[in-house]
């Protein structure tokens, strides 16, 4: 069913081919400040993109691109993606720009790619200062959107040992936050030879980030 929701969103191929086109589904890259590596495995995007074009019948625009909270376009993409090591720093305009982004129907994905959490925690008080982040259960829908995860979120990289873990922020009834911690499936979107990691760990992976997608899309 999801599928052919999806279907019903996305332009026809014949006129897609060779040319892009503005309801294709694109990610952006966030770009931020405080030193923080935002632009680390350019792959990922990419990939995850193909695959869900492939399995989840999305009209997708596999290509790498980034954006910055202040950019004109910022707010044209409907999923931003934020990632890297370390620290992450909002002023206080895109701190208010961000909000004004999440509250409008925009949706933000973050994967610490280790040493995020407490810069990552931080910052989105900037942005909702009222708001805390809540682990989401294991029956929550973008678990089980479209494929099966009974037990959350899948460990794709281990950092330090720990269970992997999905929190949102939820606005009026929506997720508008959503941020993997200890779990990395981002790694698992790269190209093979990045992190080498097994085919069966990146398939996983790309299905959560199909998952991620497809529940962004519909909920």
């Not at 294709?24 to 030193?35: E, P, V």
């Not at 680390?40 to 910055?68: C, H």
Request: with cysteine; charged share 25%.
């Amino acid at each position: 069913m999801i599928v052919l929701f999806l279907n019903q969103l996305a332009v026809q191929p014949a006129l897609s081919q060779g040319k892009r086109i503005e309801s294709q589904f694109r990610i952006a890259r966030l770009k931020y400040s405080g030193g923080g590596d935002w632009y680390n495995d350019p792959s990922a995007e990419v990939n995850l993109l193909t695959y869900a074009k492939q399995y989840a019948g999305i009209d997708a625009d596999p290509k790498y691109e980034f954006t910055e909270i202040s950019n004109d376009n910022f707010t044209a993409y409907p999923f931003i993606f934020m990632t890297g090591h370390g620290n992450v720093l909002f002023s206080d305009y895109e701190a208010r720009r961000l909000r004004m982004y999440l509250e409008n129907g925009g949706f933000l994905y973050i994967d610490d790619d280790y040493g995020m959490d407490k810069a990552v925690r931080r910052e989105m008080k900037k942005v909702f200062p009222e708001y805390e982040f809540v682990e989401l259960p294991y029956t929550y829908g973008l678990y089980s959107c479209l494929f099966k995860f009974p037990n959350g979120v899948p460990k794709t990289h281990e950092h330090d040992n720990k269970p992997p873990q999905g929190f949102g922020i939820m606005h009026e009834g929506r997720l508008v936050v959503y941020y993997t911690y200890e779990s990395n499936p981002s790694d698992g979107w790269a190209d093979a030879s990045v992190h080498d990691n097994p085919p069966e760990k990146r398939e996983e992976a790309l299905r959560f980030g199909t998952n991620i997608i497809v529940w962004s899309l519909t909920q």
